[in-house]
């Protein structure tokens, strides 16, 4: 694998449901970073974990619940979750600090249906 | 706080037609640019990037200079190709050892007919 992977690809969930969303990043970055992509919506910053600690919460529902094991992995736990929250999850990864010019890397998303 | 403007699409172009997408942004210190793009189903891509001010980034027929004067960032490209057709996404980030945040414009969905 290279690059930024998420799983699963695809996800539909009941209101009452709950489940998980993975990011694995095979990049040697230090920081990682969930975005929700709704459509007509700019890309909004969910999360960000630097060294594996939350740096950025961008006021973001407790029904969203990141983790982040280690600097190469991410998780979005997902519960009782509402039909707007229907949108494509796109995860990203980046080597933090300076230069400022450091690209993110961007999976290629999770498309999460919620009924 | 800092924020991206692009023009609305879509932009709807003719294959060989030249391409201007409008970018321009507001940032409390100085800001590294860069345009993405998104082909359908995927994620996003980085483009180019320009780091300071007149610096131009370019990369496969994609260009785009970074105007401090003017606060703008445009994307161009002589002669797009049916290929082109994505989304693209201008953005800025300031960056910090937090992470290098990135603030997205709304995008801009280019349509290529041959």
């Known amino acids: 694998e290279t690059g930024v992977t998420q799983t699963p690809r695809h996800l539909v969930m009941g209101m009452t449901n709950k489940k998980s969303l993975k990011c694995e990043q095979h990049?040697?970055?230090?920081?990682m970073y969930w975005y929700k992509q709704s459509a007509k919506k700019p890309l909004e910053l969910m999360f960000v974990?630097?060294?594996?600690?939350?740096?950025e919460n961008n006021s973001v529902p407790s029904r969203f619940s990141p983790e982040c094991p280690n600097s190469s992995h991410l998780f979005l736990h997902l519960h009782t979750l509402q039909p707007e929250d229907s949108a494509l999850y796109l995860c990203a990864s980046s080597q933090a600090g300076l230069p400022k010019d450091n690209e993110q890397f961007f999976g290629p998303g999770t498309r999460l249906t919620v009924l | 706080g800092d924020s991206v403007t692009q023009m609305e699409g879509p932009v709807t172009l003719s294959e060989e037609a030249f391409l201007t997408i409008n970018c321009t942004y507001t940032a409390t210190g100085y800001p590294s640019l860069f345009w993405y793009v998104q082909y359908p189903g995927e994620g996003l891509q980085l483009l180019l990037k320009a780091t300071k001010a007149d610096d131009k980034g370019s990369n496969k027929g994609f260009e785009a200079t970074y105007r401090k004067e003017t606060t703008s960032f445009h994307l161009e490209k002589g002669s797009v190709q049916v290929s082109d057709s994505a989304v693209y996404f201008c953005a800025l980030s300031v960056g910090n050892n937090a992470g290098n945040m990135l603030t997205f414009g709304g995008g801009t969905r280019l349509m290529v007919k041959p």
């Open positions: 990049l040697g970055h230090n920081a």
């Open positions: 974990y630097n060294f594996k600690e939350q740096t």
